[in-house]
């Protein structure tokens, strides 16, 4: 079976393929030159499909040992106002009441990194163990692969009728070749569906037009649900061989309001790779997470793998981004019309003098290309990541040069993220402070880690606080106890901290016996989660002697501070940090 062609496979694979392929074709000399040539696709095939290797891993893991099985859903219907739930194993299952057949095919759509061929790639390895089937996966962006596969169907045509096993067709990356490949692929799978004789799979990227396979059942590919991700994360873990706890790393990203990161594999994947490397912790700007998942999705996804799509319209990368990026900025929503949307894409298209291309194309193109902009129904487009959307938008607010914080009325990811990506955040967090009775701007630009001068921000936390008061505080002559509904000390340098101690104490009554006033409250809150992020790591506040004195002075060495960061209450005295 190619005796030139040397693979790294387990030899019960290559036994097996041998056994599958004469089984269907039988092994006479007229078939011995397709035999060996069919042997060798699926022995390619088969190197590929018992690994799993992503973009930024260094090693790949055994397709076996990651895997978790993603469902299928179909489209919402007429009869059916919601989406059906199914899997592959059912759809191979299936038979038809009327004429017996077993098996029911499919075209499976799914985004960039949703798992459409890890899918095939999995249940080709799966089927081995059903001695009744015989599985054949087709790469199709792969040398040969589509003539081959319509000389598959040929044969199979010719032997119909002594067939000893029951072919599955697993054909992946219809996206993934021209558009005359395309119609070879469906004729091909047209004239196996007509035979009756088997069952086939095909794949192919959402909104790319599938030709002459109207009579075929569609199915899209579910997203990771929470189990899903916590499995992946646990398998990944093991096959690296570090420690990773899928629980905390889950609870992270949703903490950063990131949880499109575990719903999607390829991102998750993402994560993991972070995870192993010199630096295990995530990185502390949201903002870098988000970059590196949209240039995996618009470019290094494709490059791994070998693909060139063939463009519709005359636009290089660099424009389809700026395109993604103005359109994510107008659209102040998630969802907007297609009037609204093609007119964003004109304005870009007039700028840049390129008026004769349609902007529907364009749309459709960068839907096809990247899944991050999508037509969710005849009339309305969407972005399918939310936190992606406010990052472009905001790249496309700093680079036009249009962001003006004060000018800002709403502060919410949009605006935080333009605040980080300015040269100079600082007046962006001093507005947010004033502005918005929340802190999400505020602590999204700590989490990345923004540039700002802290003796201009300190002050405006410590108005924040006297204006919103968002804490319970109770005080006596030797103990504080408080809660704050709005925590971002973690997030805080050591440097920001002692300037929220100096603001504090600066504008408080510096008299021992000044507990009793209510105006010194937010003072309090703000010492006392100050200092408790101290204790918490360990440092103690000695950098500044005049301040250490002012702490003694007000509160005593044996005051008591009683946080509610975390059940039981933080409990600590005082010289536990000064002393």
């Keep these: 079976m190619g005796a030139n062609v040397k693979f790294s496979i387990d030899p019960a694979v290559l036994l097996y393929l041998e056994d599958r392929i004469k089984g269907v074709f039988g092994h006479d000399a007229e078939t011995k030159d397709w035999n060996d040539r069919l042997g060798r696709r699926m022995l390619l095939a088969a190197e590929q499909a018992r690994f799993v290797k992503c973009v930024g891993m260094d090693r790949p893991i055994p397709i076996d040992e990651i895997y978790q099985p993603i469902g299928l859903r179909t489209a919402p219907s007429e009869r059916y106002k919601r989406a059906l739930q199914t899997d592959v194993w059912k759809l191979l299952d299936f038979r038809d009441d009327k004429t017996n057949e077993i098996g029911r095919d499919g075209i499976i759509f799914a985004g960039p990194g949703r798992g459409k061929s890890t899918l095939l790639n999995w249940l080709f390895m799966q089927l081995r163990t059903r001695p009744e089937c015989a599985p054949f996966l087709f790469l199709l962006r792969t040398d040969s692969a589509v003539s081959e596969l319509t000389e598959f169907v040929r044969r199979i045509a010719s032997r119909q009728q002594t067939l000893g096993q029951r072919p599955i067709l697993l054909v992946d990356g219809y996206d993934e070749i021209d558009e005359a490949g395309r119609k070879a692929t469906s004729s091909a799978l047209m004239e196996f569906k007509a035979m009756s004789v088997g069952t086939f799979f095909l794949t192919c ?6 030709y002459e396979l109207n009579n075929v059942s569609s199915f899209w590919l579910d997203a990771f649900n929470r189990e899903d991700a916590r499995k992946f994360v646990a398998a990944f873990a093991k096959s690296y061989e570090v420690s990773i706890d899928p ?8 903490a950063r309001d990131l949880m499109e990161f575990v719903r999607h594999p390829l991102m998750l994947t993402l994560v993991c790779i972070l995870k192993t490397g010199p630096l295990p912790e995530l990185p502390r700007r949201s903002l870098d997470l988000l970059g590196r998942a949209f240039d995996t999705l618009t470019l290094r996804w494709d490059q791994q793998r070998g ?22 900025f107008m659209m102040r929503t998630l969802i907007v019309s297609q009037e609204s949307v093609e007119s964003f894409v004109n304005q870009y298209l007039r700028l840049i003098q390129r008026r004769h291309i349609d902007a529907r194309k364009v749309l459709i193109e960068v839907a096809q290309w990247y899944g991050v902009l999508v037509p969710n129904s005849e009339h309305k487009w969407q972005f399918i990541h939310r936190s992606i959307h406010d990052y472009l938008a905001a790249r496309h607010w700093i680079e036009s040069g249009r962001f003006d914080a004060q000018k800002v009325s709403d502060w919410n990811y949009r605006a935080a993220y333009a605040a980080c990506l300015s040269p100079d955040a600082t007046i962006g967090m001093v507005c947010a402070l ?7 701007a505020f602590s999204e630009c700590l989490l990345n880690q923004a540039p700002f001068d802290i003796e201009r921000v300190a002050p405006a936390v410590l108005e924040h606080f006297e204006r919103y008061r968002p804490f319970t505080h109770h005080r006596a002559r030797s103990w504080l106890t408080v809660q704050a509904t709005q925590e971002f000390f973690e997030l805080a340098s050591i440097d920001f901290l002692y300037a929220l101690l100096l603001v504090s104490m600066a504008g408080r009554n510096q008299e021992f016996d000044s507990y009793a006033d ?6 309090d809150v703000l010492i006392a989660y100050t200092l408790a992020e101290f204790k918490v790591r360990r440092r103690r506040v000695d950098r500044d002697d005049v301040l250490v004195r002012r702490l003694r002075n007000v509160f005593g060495s044996d005051f008591q501070f009683q946080i509610r960061i975390e059940k039981p209450f933080l409990m600590f005295k005082l010289r536990e940090i000064i002393d």
Excluded: C, W
Aim: charged share 30%.
């Design 205 to 210: 990227r959402t909104f790319y037009d599938v």
């Design 307 to 328: 693909i060139h799509r063939q463009p519709a319209v005359p636009l290089d990368g660099s424009d389809r981004v700026k395109v993604l990026m103005r359109v994510a």
């Design 434 to 440: 004033r502005k918005a009775q929340n802190i999400q």
């Design 247 to 254: 629980d905390d790393l889950i609870r992270q990203l949703e």
């Design 518 to 523: 209510s105006r010194y409250a937010p003072h």
